[in-house]
């Protein structure tokens, strides 16, 4: 770790190649053996969305009547991502720096809309809604914690993972602004029943958006390609935004997402502006000032560099990939796929062995899957424990030797003792509240969960273990506590 600037600068190639070393224990992407975290496409149009990327570095977005590179520049990839997903040229939108940004600012653009055209929301001093499926991404309630919304989850059946309308016509109240949908979601890869939550949307005035991060390149090709998808895109009527991320399935540099609406009016309110201050006027389309144009150009060169023909390539392979995973990993005794995907994301779980043990187990053999913890719904069946994955084309050639490893896995995880210090530390901490803990406290809960020490922990199960026994509420304080921790 290093004190400060270095009081003389060191030579660039001493300085480029310890970088270099700093990467050693990172997630093995470059070996095709990740399952998350980076999107590669194994396809020379990621060289040219680097070199583009390095050459717009220094380029400001502050500004788009300073830099027109930029401005046509993200007019272009806009109008790609809209006509992809069967916006007409009514559909507007902005480049973002991922789905977190796109999502807070469509969220930004309802409140904002509703002040003007629905105010009886703001009556008596109260807060509108996000009404969201308990499937869509933790965007949606960070975004309303940003914004000072109200966010309101409804269940989902536990076995198809799906959003329906019936179950958010039930939740709806008279407070509800906003309502959501995800094609996919991120942590169960089904596609929500987006014509009938944009049909309930119409009938109550609501503003409606689709989270297509996962799903907004991939769906449109998997129906060029022939395959049965689900409607989720502009063509379904009440559709007002959506959300669609570059940096995953389309395969550019990070850094790199679209935001859609259907029309100009409502990506008014999108946008900033200030003048009450000393220095130049400040007018905003998304949450940065300052910002590199080398995503966007990184972006744009990445999409024109694929075509629709690498895509449309790419998705059947990866597409074909995720069927023999999902068949594979039915067939591994212990294991069982939950809900059919829709796309190419899989959740798997176990009724026998621990699913916490089998990515620190995999690990071992080079493999990053990610655990993911379960969840309680209101009335309906818990949604499992699972492991995730995002398949990518980087993940193609590999599909036996990972069922294969994965296999051992399970056995290996067979023979691993149970162990109850989860449930112990559940009980211990089902008493506590998490307001009043003091830093003492969190420590010896830290130290308990295996979550002390500099760094990173070498092994994840027994942590998730106990995460997953603890109350949301306290699992959180916990989290912030250690996050706090780790960054200097
Ligand atoms: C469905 C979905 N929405 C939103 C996001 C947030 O995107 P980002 O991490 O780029 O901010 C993700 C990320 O995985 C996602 O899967």
Same mark, same amino acid.
């Given at each position: 770790?290093?004190?400060?600037?270095?009081a003389?600068?060191?030579a660039?190639d001493d300085?480029?190649? *310890?970088?270099?070393?700093?990467r050693?224990?990172?997630?093995?992407?470059?070996?095709?053996k990740a399952f998350?975290?980076?999107?590669?496409?194994?396809?020379?149009?990621?060289?040219a969305?680097?070199r583009? @990327?390095?050459?717009?570095?220094?380029?400001?977005?502050?500004?788009?009547?300073?830099?027109?590179?930029?401005?046509?520049?993200?007019n272009e990839?806009?109008?790609?991502? =809209?006509t992809h997903?069967h916006?007409?040229?009514?559909?507007?939108?902005n480049?973002?720096?991922?789905?977190?940004?796109?999502?807070?600012?469509?969220m930004?653009?309802?409140?904002?809309?509703a002040?003007?055209?629905?105010p009886e929301?703001?009556a008596?001093?109260?807060?509108?809604?996000?009404?969201?499926?308990?499937?869509?991404? =933790?965007a949606?309630?960070?975004?309303?914690?940003?914004?000072?919304?109200e966010?309101?989850?409804?269940?989902?059946? =536990?076995?198809?993972?799906r959003a329906?309308?019936?179950?958010?016509?039930a939740?709806?109240?008279?407070?509800?602004?906003?309502?959501v949908?995800?094609?996919?979601?991120y942590a169960?890869?089904?596609? &929500?029943d987006?014509a009938g939550? =944009?049909?309930l949307?119409?009938?109550?005035?609501?503003?409606?958006?689709?989270?297509a991060?996962m799903?907004?390149?991939?769906?449109?090709?998997?129906?060029?390609?022939?395959?049965?998808v /689900?409607p989720?895109?502009?063509?379904?009527?009440?559709v007002?935004s959506?959300?669609m %991320?570059?940096?995953?399935?389309? @395969?550019?540099?990070?850094g790199?997402?679209v935001?859609? @609406? !259907?029309d100009?009016?409502? !990506?008014?309110?999108?946008i900033y502006a200030?003048?009450?201050?000393?220095g130049?006027?400040i007018?905003n /389309?998304?949450? *940065?000032?300052t910002?590199?144009g080398?995503?966007?150009?990184?972006?744009?060169?990445?999409?024109?560099c694929?075509?629709? &023909?690498? @895509?449309l390539?790419?998705?059947?392979e990866v597409?074909?990939?995720?069927q023999?995973?999902?068949?594979?990993?039915?067939?591994?005794?212990?294991?069982?796929?939950?809900? !059919?995907?829709d796309?190419?994301?899989i /959740?798997?779980?176990?009724?026998?062995?621990?699913?916490f043990?089998?990515? %620190?187990?995999?690990?071992?053999?080079?493999?990053?899957?990610?655990?993911?913890?379960?969840?309680?719904?209101?009335s309906?069946? +818990?949604?499992?424990?699972?492991?995730?994955?995002s398949?990518?084309?980087a993940n193609?050639?590999h599909? &036996?030797?990972f069922l294969?490893?994965?296999?051992?896995?399970?056995d290996?995880a067979? /023979?691993i003792?149970? &162990?109850?210090?989860?449930?112990?530390?559940?009980?211990m901490?089902s008493?506590?509240d998490?307001?009043?803990?003091d830093d003492?406290a969190?420590?010896?809960?830290?130290?308990?969960?295996?979550m002390?020490?500099?760094?990173?922990?070498?092994?994840?199960a027994?942590i998730?273990?106990i995460l *997953?026994?603890?109350? +949301?509420a306290?699992?959180?304080a916990i989290?912030?506590?250690?996050?706090?921790d780790?960054?200097q």
């Open positions: 770790m290093t004190n400060g600037i270095p003389n600068g060191r660039k300085v480029l190649t *310890q970088l270099e070393t700093f050693a224990n990172d997630v093995p992407w470059r070996e095709g998350g975290y980076v999107f590669d496409a194994r396809h020379e149009a990621l060289d969305g680097k583009a @990327y390095l050459a717009f570095m220094s380029e400001n977005g502050l500004d788009p009547t300073s830099f027109p590179s930029l401005l046509r520049l993200e990839v806009v109008r790609m991502c =809209a997903v916006g007409g040229a009514e559909v507007v939108g480049f973002t720096s991922g789905g977190t940004e796109s999502i807070l600012l469509a930004k653009s309802a409140r904002d809309w002040k003007k055209h629905r929301l703001y008596d001093g109260r807060r509108p809604e996000v009404l969201a499926p308990i499937t869509a991404h =933790a949606f309630h960070k975004a309303a914690a940003y914004l000072e919304l966010m309101r989850t409804f269940d989902v059946d =536990a076995d198809t993972c329906s309308a019936a179950t958010a016509r939740a709806l109240t008279d407070r509800t602004l906003v309502l949908g995800s094609a996919p979601s169960y890869g089904v596609i &929500d987006i939550l =944009a049909a949307a119409v009938e109550k005035n609501l503003w409606m958006h689709v989270d991060c799903g907004g390149v991939v769906l449109p090709f998997m129906e060029k390609n022939g395959e049965e /689900a989720f895109d502009f063509r379904v009527p009440g007002w959506l959300s %991320d570059l940096h995953k399935y389309g @395969y550019c540099p990070k790199a997402s935001v859609l @609406y !259907r100009k009016s409502l !990506r008014k309110h999108q200030c003048s009450e201050w000393a130049y006027t007018v /389309a998304t949450v *940065q000032s910002k590199s080398g995503p966007l150009a990184g972006a744009w060169a990445t999409m024109q694929m075509g629709e &023909d690498s @895509y390539r790419i998705t059947r597409r074909d990939a995720t023999r995973f999902v068949e594979g990993i039915a067939a591994i005794p212990g294991l069982r796929v939950i809900s !059919r995907p796309m190419t994301l /959740a798997f779980t176990s009724d026998d062995v621990h699913v043990h089998l990515p %620190d187990l995999m690990k071992k053999r080079g493999w990053y899957i990610q655990p993911t913890l379960g969840t309680k719904q209101k309906a069946a +818990p949604l499992r424990e699972h492991v995730h994955l398949v990518t084309a193609v050639p599909v &036996d030797r294969a490893d994965l296999r051992a896995c399970v290996e067979r /023979a003792p149970k &162990d109850t210090t989860a449930e112990e530390v559940a009980f901490a008493h506590i998490p307001a009043q803990l003492a969190f420590e010896k809960l830290l130290s308990f969960a295996g002390t020490g500099a760094g990173v922990p070498e092994s994840t027994g998730n273990l *997953q026994a603890l109350d +949301p306290l699992r959180k989290l912030i506590h250690y996050l706090n780790l960054f």
